[in-house]
């Protein structure tokens, strides 16, 4: 027999994900020195705050995290 969810479940299970999408974010941001953190509530400009001076280091951070993890599960 397959297990089905209710919606709420699913949505729970949904935002659990995305926390840790955006706390993962976080301290990869932080380990490499840039000043990052999570931004609280529902803030319109998002779910992570970067200082402007690290901002373009940040991006290239996560676009070569994202390519390493995808080459990895390629193999």
């Known amino acids: 027999m ?8 699913k949505a729970i299970d949904s935002y659990i994900k995305h926390e840790d999408i ?14 990052v953190e999570a931004t609280q509530g529902n803030d319109s400009k998002g779910d992570i705050k970067v200082a402007k001076e690290d901002s373009k280091k940040y991006l290239d951070l ?6 390493k993890n995808q080459a990895r599960r390629n193999k």
């Open 2 to 9: 397959t297990e089905t969810r209710s919606s709420g479940r």
């Open 22 to 35: 955006v706390d993962n974010a976080v301290k990869l941001g932080q380990k490499n020195g840039l000043k």
């Open 62 to 67: 996560l676009a070569d995290t994202i390519d």
